[in-house]
């Protein structure tokens, strides 16, 4: 995203001095003409290429606004490379997008030996048949263990052993290609060595910077008097992202393979005969990564790398272990966006003492009033910190958490820094307990605290400007609408002028709104609208994402978007859903991952008026894509159909065979309905058996359930 030209203007200079156009000499003209292209060609490259304009968009324009005048009274002076000639082509905004064959994962994270140990039994219980059973065991299983490197994630595709793209992550599902700058990485082979590689293979790992490359590159930043990177991730990061990839070059970038997404032809078995691989085809692979059995021995290994850490030099959070068999690991599959079969153990956050300045109080997009800590600024574990969540009005008292306070405050990965407690021996004389307020401090409404529930609340509704602008904000962020460009600051102001109240308004933002206002220009607000308008088709998970339904996050939002399909059918599903008694109701309740409480808040988004309107609004501007589900076996008999599960079976336990059915395209019901297409019938089967009788809805035995799931 390039933020805006906001920096102090030095272009201003020049207007004001300027000769008048119609008073140039031929000579003057040229001159000036060859400098203007020269001056608008570094401000583009600071715009799109280093994401840190020095110049305004005002001030931006006035250089192209004199530069266009002077050609037009000497059309003859026009130069090759005049800055008039690229107008209609603005220069590159950024990289293409790459949807990824295969999804890019992420990873459940433990932060308890328990949580392991609990991971490793729900693994158990995935299998039900003897000879599986066997191989998961505590003793027998078998689990690679690696570091979990602080960097980020990339594939790299290569076909016929040549490296063909390169991806980000993204949000998992379409990344952006940058392939010119991962070729630039020395770890990263550009051919694979070797023979005995699929034609098709995406190698995936971490891109990183190791820490003594990245205390160099932000001392010599310093010296230039550009800004620091705050820590070796933000410093790769950023170093990718370069539109010029001579850049990325000199940056002192390696990757660790360690995943693989699509492969035209399986290349291993298991994880470390993978991981030995990929050292033979010529890529750096981490040298501490180790084959353990069960799971003490990967608590020793998570306690030797955690001694380790300080000293290594590149930066961990963690460590991943990965069930080594491929097989097993197939058959785990994944449930949304994290695997069944891979688990991040991280290390336990880190702590620093500070001052808390003051309590500040959030209001969010469902106007829950958040109480924050100002702090000090202080370093925690490599990232500067300056405000800490407090929660609720319970925890600050049960804390005793005061203004003036010397607080300890952690930090574990990338979840919001906490106040861990008082030192209360620095405690200020005077200080007084904290009194949580009783208004909004956005819009001055009352604010509630319901019986039972622990946070204040403003009754303010949409016209509190704190929940419209949170809520907008959402629905433009990176894992919903995603508008490039759309910043909450410009949310803020567009909202605190009228030009936005509800979501559909964003794509009703013209040019004539924008330009003219501060900090806007032409560029700037083309560039807007062409970013809104690349954002009109979208995809259903993203779009019920953007809605901001309470508990619906990027992950249930992929469930609900997997289940229904189309915007049409869970819009119908949800509000005939509003009759507990409905089959519609017991559908929601019954996808995996959806309980009661979560399904209560779905069906009560859709009981709203306001937010049905929000909803036919958006149909006027935007097109919602029907789900498209990852590839699945379509040849499947039971691909498109919806399958129940009675009774136990003897080969695969119930989680497993809802995962594999789901992978051969079919949808699994909870209950028999006429919409059953299949039952399957294990031992003890109770009455679904009848009403499926009763229905003429197809049995098939446990047999025919494993020739289906085979694929035989
Ligand atoms: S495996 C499906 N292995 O952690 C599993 N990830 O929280 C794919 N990461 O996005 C990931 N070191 O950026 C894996 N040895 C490792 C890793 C690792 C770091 C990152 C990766 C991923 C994130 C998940």
């Given at each position: 995203?390039?933020?805006?030209?906001?920096?102090p203007?030095?272009?201003?200079?020049?207007?004001?001095t300027?000769t008048?156009v119609?008073?140039?000499?031929?000579?003057?003209?040229?001159?000036?003409?060859?400098?203007?292209?020269?001056?608008?060609?570094?401000h583009d490259?600071?715009?799109?290429?280093?994401?840190?304009?020095?110049?305004?968009?005002?001030?931006?324009?006035?250089?192209?606004?004199?530069?266009?005048?002077?050609?037009?009274?000497?059309?003859?002076?026009?130069r090759?490379?005049?800055?008039?000639?690229?107008?209609?082509?603005?220069?590159?905004?950024?990289?293409?997008?790459?949807?990824?064959?295969?999804?890019?994962?992420?990873?459940?994270?433990?932060?308890s030996?328990?949580?392991?140990?609990?991971?490793?039994q729900?693994?158990?219980?995935?299998?039900?048949?003897?000879?599986?059973?066997a191989?998961?065991?505590?003793?027998?299983?078998?689990?690679?263990?690696?570091?979990?490197?602080?960097?980020?994630?990339?594939?790299?595709?290569y076909?016929?052993?040549m490296?063909?793209?390169?991806?980000t992550?993204?949000?998992?599902?379409?990344?952006?290609?940058?392939?010119a700058?991962?070729r630039?990485?020395?770890?990263v082979?550009?051919?694979?060595?070797?023979?005995?590689w699929?034609?098709?293979?995406?190698?995936?790992?971490e891109?990183?910077?190791?820490?003594?490359?990245?205390?160099?590159?932000?001392?010599?930043?310093e010296?230039?008097?550009?800004?620091?990177?705050?820590?070796?991730r933000n410093a790769?990061?950023?170093?990718?992202?370069?539109l010029?990839?001579?850049?990325?070059?000199?940056?002192?970038?390696?990757?660790?393979?360690?995943?693989?997404?699509?492969?035209?032809?399986?290349f291993?078995?298991?994880?470390?005969?993978?991981?030995?691989?990929?050292a033979?085809?010529?890529?750096?692979?981490?040298?501490l990564?180790?084959?353990?059995?069960?799971?003490?021995?990967?608590?020793?290994f998570?306690?030797?790398?955690g001694?380790?850490?300080?000293?290594?030099?590149?930066?961990i959070?963690?460590?991943?272990?990965?069930?080594n068999?491929?097989?097993?690991?197939?058959?785990?599959?994944f449930?949304?966006r994290?695997p069944?079969?891979?688990?991040a153990?991280?290390?336990?956050?880190?702590?620093?003492?500070t001052?808390?300045k003051?309590i500040?109080?959030?209001?969010?997009?469902?106007?829950t009033?958040?109480?924050?800590?100002?702090?000090?600024?202080?370093t925690v574990?490599?990232?500067?910190?300056?405000r800490a969540?407090?929660?609720n009005?319970?925890?600050?008292?049960?804390?005793?958490?005061r203004?003036?306070?010397?607080?300890?405050?952690?930090?574990?990965?990338?979840?919001?820094?906490?106040?861990?407690?008082?030192?209360?021996?620095?405690?200020?004389k005077?200080?007084?307990?904290?009194?949580?307020?009783?208004?909004?401090?956005?819009?001055?409404?009352k604010?509630?605290?319901?019986?039972?529930e622990?946070?204040w609340?403003?009754?303010?509704?949409?016209?509190?400007?704190a929940?419209?602008?949170?809520?907008?904000?959402?629905?433009?962020?990176?894992?919903?609408?995603?508008?490039?460009?759309?910043?909450?600051?410009?949310?803020?102001?567009?909202?605190?002028?009228?030009?936005?109240?509800?979501?559909?308004?964003i794509?009703?933002l013209?040019g004539?709104?924008?330009i003219?206002?501060?900090g806007?220009?032409?560029?700037?607000a083309?560039k807007?609208?062409?970013?809104?308008?690349?954002?009109r088709?979208?995809?259903?998970?993203?779009?019920?994402?953007?809605?901001?339904?309470?508990?619906v996050g990027e992950a249930?939002?992929?469930?609900?978007?997997?289940h229904?399909?189309?915007?049409?059918?869970?819009?119908?599903?949800?509000?005939?859903?509003?009759?507990?008694?409905?089959e519609?109701?017991?559908?929601?309740?019954?996808?995996?991952?959806?309980?009661?409480?979560?399904a209560?808040?779905?069906?009560?988004f859709?009981a709203?008026?306001h937010n049905?309107?929000?909803?036919?609004?958006?149909a006027?501007e935007?097109?919602?894509?029907?789900?498209?589900?990852p590839?699945?076996?379509?040849?499947?008999?039971?691909?498109?159909?919806?399958?129940?599960?009675?009774?136990?079976?003897?080969?695969?336990s119930?989680?497993?065979a809802?995962?594999?059915?789901?992978?051969?395209?079919?949808?699994?019901?909870?209950s028999?309905?006429?919409?059953?297409?299949?039952?399957?019938?294990g031992?003890?089967?109770?009455?679904?058996?009848?009403?499926?009788?009763?229905?003429?809805?197809?049995?098939?035995?446990?047999?025919?359930?494993?020739?289906?799931?085979?694929?035989?």
């Amino acid at each position: 995203m390039s933020p805006a030209r906001a920096k102090p203007a030095k272009g201003q200079k020049k207007e004001a001095t300027a000769t008048p156009v119609e008073e140039l000499t031929e000579v003057a003209a040229k001159a000036e003409l060859k400098s203007l292209a020269a001056e608008i060609a570094h401000h583009d490259k600071l715009y799109h290429g280093d994401d840190n304009p020095e110049i305004s968009d005002a001030d931006y324009d006035v250089l192209r606004t004199r530069n266009k005048a002077i050609e037009a009274r000497f059309p003859k002076l026009v130069r090759a490379d005049s800055p008039s000639k690229r107008v209609g082509a603005a220069p590159s905004t950024g990289f293409a997008k790459v949807r990824h064959p295969h999804p890019m994962l992420s990873l459940d994270n433990a932060f308890s030996e328990q949580d392991v140990r609990d991971f490793f039994q729900s693994v158990r219980n995935f299998f039900r048949a003897p000879q599986d059973v066997a191989r998961v065991e505590e003793a027998t299983i078998e689990v690679m263990a690696e570091p979990k490197i602080d960097g980020l994630s990339c594939s790299i595709r290569y076909e016929k052993g040549m490296l063909a793209l390169a991806a980000t992550r993204g949000d998992g599902v379409t990344g952006e290609d940058v392939t010119a700058n991962v070729r630039t990485i020395a770890d990263v082979p550009k051919a694979l060595k070797g023979k005995n590689w699929p034609d098709v293979i995406e190698v995936r790992g971490e891109i990183y910077m190791d820490r003594k490359g990245f205390l160099a590159l932000n001392a010599e930043r310093e010296k230039e008097g550009e800004p620091v990177f705050a820590n070796p991730r933000n410093a790769a990061a950023g170093s990718l992202r370069q539109l010029d990839s001579s850049i990325t070059a000199t940056r002192p970038l390696h990757f660790f393979a360690y995943a693989w997404g699509e492969q035209s032809a399986p290349f291993a078995k298991s994880h470390d005969e993978a991981i030995k691989r990929f050292a033979a085809w010529g890529f750096t692979v981490n040298p501490l990564s180790k084959l353990c059995h069960g799971v003490d021995e990967l608590l020793a290994f998570h306690r030797s790398v955690g001694e380790k850490r300080a000293g290594l030099p590149y930066d961990i959070d963690g460590v991943v272990y990965k069930v080594n068999d491929l097989d097993l690991e197939e058959r785990l599959g994944f449930v949304s966006r994290a695997p069944r079969w891979a688990l991040a153990h991280k290390f336990p956050a880190q702590q620093a003492q500070t001052i808390l300045k003051k309590i500040t109080i959030q209001v969010g997009r469902r106007g829950t009033l958040t109480p924050v800590a100002e702090l000090e600024p202080i370093t925690v574990g490599g990232v500067v910190v300056s405000r800490a969540t407090l929660h609720n009005e319970d925890e600050i008292n049960r804390k005793d958490i005061r203004e003036g306070d010397t607080v300890v405050i952690q930090r574990a990965g990338d979840v919001i820094p906490q106040v861990v407690s008082v030192v209360e021996a620095l405690r200020p004389k005077h200080s007084k307990p904290f009194v949580f307020p009783h208004v909004c401090p956005e819009c001055q409404s009352k604010a509630v605290r319901e019986e039972g529930e622990a946070a204040w609340r403003c009754t303010g509704g949409l016209i509190c400007p704190a929940q419209a602008v949170e809520r907008l904000k959402h629905f433009v962020s990176r894992l919903a609408f995603d508008i490039e460009g759309m910043g909450e600051k410009h949310i803020v102001d567009f909202w605190t002028d009228g030009l936005i109240h509800a979501p559909a308004d964003i794509f009703r933002l013209t040019g004539e709104k924008i330009i003219g206002r501060e900090g806007w220009g032409e560029l700037s607000a083309r560039k807007l609208i062409d970013a809104i308008d690349a954002r009109r088709t979208i995809s259903l998970d993203r779009f019920i994402n953007a809605l901001g339904i309470p508990q619906v996050g990027e992950a249930t939002a992929k469930l609900l978007a997997r289940h229904y399909g189309s915007l049409a059918r869970w819009r119908k599903a949800m509000t005939e859903a509003a009759d507990p008694e409905s089959e519609a109701w017991r559908e929601l309740n019954d996808v995996n991952g959806i309980g009661e409480d979560m399904a209560t808040d779905i069906v009560g988004f859709f009981a709203e008026k306001h937010n049905r309107t929000v909803l036919d609004e958006l149909a006027k501007e935007v097109t919602v894509e029907d789900y498209v589900a990852p590839a699945v076996a379509t040849d499947s008999p039971i691909a498109g159909k919806t399958i129940v599960f009675t009774g136990s079976l003897a080969e695969m336990s119930r989680n497993e065979a809802k995962a594999r059915a789901e992978a051969l395209g079919a949808h699994v019901g909870g209950s028999v309905s006429s919409k059953t297409d299949f039952l399957v019938v294990g031992a003890d089967a109770g009455s679904k058996a009848k009403k499926a009788a009763e229905l003429g809805v197809k049995v098939l035995t446990e047999d025919d359930w494993m020739k289906i799931a085979r694929g035989a």
